[in-house]
């Protein structure tokens, strides 16, 4: 016989929120509501909101902003072995990036092969929403429709150990596309390139796209490192 187990109202409070966070209603980079709204809409203390969040928080669910809010990073739990990769301590925004160098050149090349013409359309449509956030200043958007762009990529890859990889690093990933704002309007040429490379087949000239896009990223993230006075990434490698 199982011994019974008693769940705190914290614990149901966090259980609450993550399927809120889950929910169709919201997406990556969208901000939750109000500590008060929660409150009224769980019937549960401000106390027990503020340890469910800061759990949530700890779990990487959300990125919490003084005076701002709490925004969702990832939909997803990772799992316990992907945890303790994700947390090793001399981990490095770079490592991750040089992760995706990998990653998304073969997603490209997979997507573009395998993509119906029904999914380049709604590649298109990604595009178009990042043009606008980023033309808007919608910093949420922006960071929103960033992640949609290159997860729909993944998807149209049918790589399935590609996609779960993808999906276990997204919440890793998002964090650090906050850090990026300020240079998004250097993504928006490249994802037209790579929106064409799919409109083409064109394969190649989408892979080299790709590679050359997040090598740009690396370049504008130690740009902004630097302007900032802050410690920058180790320099980009040579493409080869």
């Not at 992640?147 to 150990?161: A, E, G, P, T």
């Not at 779960?164 to 890793?172: K, S």
Request: charged share 30%; hydrophobic share 35%; aromatic share 6%.
């Amino acid at each position: 016989m199982e011994p019974v187990r008693y769940t705190s109202i914290t614990d149901l409070t966090v259980e609450s929120i993550k399927e809120l966070i889950q929910s169709d209603e919201y997406q990556i980079g969208d901000k939750l509501p109000s500590e008060q709204q929660l409150c009224e809409m769980l019937q549960v203390s401000r106390t027990c909101v503020r340890e469910a969040l800061r759990i949530l928080q700890a779990r990487r669910f959300l990125d919490i902003r003084s005076g701002k809010g709490s925004f969702i990073l990832k939909k997803n739990e990772l799992s316990p072995e992907v945890q303790k990769w994700v947390d090793e301590p001399d981990i490095s925004f770079m490592d991750y990036i040089e992760v995706r160098l990998a990653m998304e050149p073969l997603a490209v090349r997979l997507a573009i092969s395998h993509a119906t013409g029904q999914e380049t359309q709604a590649l298109e449509r990604l595009h178009e929403r990042f043009t606008a956030a980023v033309k808007s200043g919608d910093v949420a958007g922006m960071i929103e429709a960033d992640s949609r762009f290159h997860s729909y990529i993944m998807d149209c890859s049918r790589n399935k150990l590609l996609i779960n990889i993808n999906r276990e690093m997204q919440g890793i990933i998002n964090k650090y596309r906050t850090k990026q704002t300020r240079t998004y309007k250097n993504a928006i040429e490249p994802h037209e390139r790579i929106v064409q490379a799919f409109r083409d087949r064109d394969v190649v000239g989408g892979v080299k796209t790709m590679r050359e896009h997040i090598y740009e990223i690396m370049r504008d993230i130690e740009a902004v490192c630097d302007e900032l006075g802050t410690e920058g990434p180790r320099p980009p490698r040579t493409p080869g």
